[in-house]
Nanobody, 129 residues
Framework: QVKLVESGGGSVQAGGSLRLSCAAS??????????MGWFRQAPGKEREGVAA????????YYADSVKGRFTVSQDKAKNTLYLQMNSLKPEDTAMYYC????????????????????WGQGTQVTVSS
């Protein structure tokens, strides 16, 4: 099981930037054998995948709605996942969640389709127009 703690949410104006962090406490396995994902859920809407990364090689995959604006990265030394969000839009307003699932082999695209078992508590992002 992985304990995930998100941080970095806040309120910004449209066009602004935020960087979310997800600190992962991994027990029994190495950090480099996981699919990690960022998801978001706005009020009244279903949860949607934003981006995913396979920690083994850092390959990432993005939802079309954020491609070119968001970048997922990681610091393996800190077992920490990041989501850099630029050119934010009001429609990006949501609770953002980090998730993890064991994957000895993978890729960003593969991870984007995985079902995730471990979730963080979420961090709120609000973008005003």
């Amino acid at each position: 099981q992985v304990k995930l703690v998100e941080s970095g949410g806040g309120s910004v104006q449209a066009g602004g930037s935020l960087r979310l962090s997800c600190a992962a406490s991994v027990s029994g396995y190495t950090y480099s054998t996981y699919c990690m994902g960022w998801f978001r859920q706005a009020p009244g809407k279903e949860r949607e995948g934003v981006a995913a990364i396979w920690t083994g090689d850092g390959s990432a995959y993005y939802a079309d709605s954020v491609k070119g604006r968001f970048t997922v990265s990681q610091d393996k030394a800190k077992n920490t996942l990041y989501l850099q969000m630029n050119s934010l839009k009001p429609e990006d307003t949501a609770m953002y969640y980090c998730a993890a699932e064991r994957a000895y082999l993978g890729s960003g695209g593969y991870c984007y389709t995985r079902k995730f078992g471990d979730w963080g508590q979420g961090t709120q992002v609000t973008v005003s127009s």
